[in-house]
């Protein structure tokens, strides 16, 4: 279980690795060109029921904090999902990983610059 802080809350933000790891290369790749947007979780199922959102801006720092010291192996696909949903007016939703058999995985990096073009 990752973990993602946010501004200055001392709350951490608990994301599951793989899902962080997608996460934030879909958000680098939003901050790197200035865009502000929301994000959006359901509630773990050990907290309250509910759902929370951020409105993520370059300005505000970011930090990410993964237990894994490997990184991922990134899905094309998930990244895609996820950043689709990043230009939509509700804002970055964190899905669910959709698994295909067929699709090919990513480095982070390879990930990264497939999604700046």
Do not use: C
Request: charged share 20%.
């Amino acid at each position: 279980m990752g973990t993602m802080y946010y501004g200055g809350s001392a709350m951490p933000i608990r994301i599951d690795d793989r899902a962080l790891a997608h996460l934030k290369v879909v958000l680098a790749t939003k901050l790197r060109r200035s865009e502000s947007f929301t994000l959006s979780w359901p509630h773990a199922e050990d907290q309250p029921r509910g759902r929370s959102t951020l409105w993520i801006h370059p300005s505000i720092p970011l930090r990410f904090v993964f237990d894994d010291p490997e990184p991922a192996v990134l899905s094309r696909a998930w990244i895609e999902e996820l950043a689709q949903s990043a230009n939509s007016s509700g804002g970055i939703a964190l899905i669910a990983e959709h698994i295909d058999s067929a699709q090919t995985p990513l480095g982070e990096r390879a990930a990264a610059l497939q999604l700046s073009n």
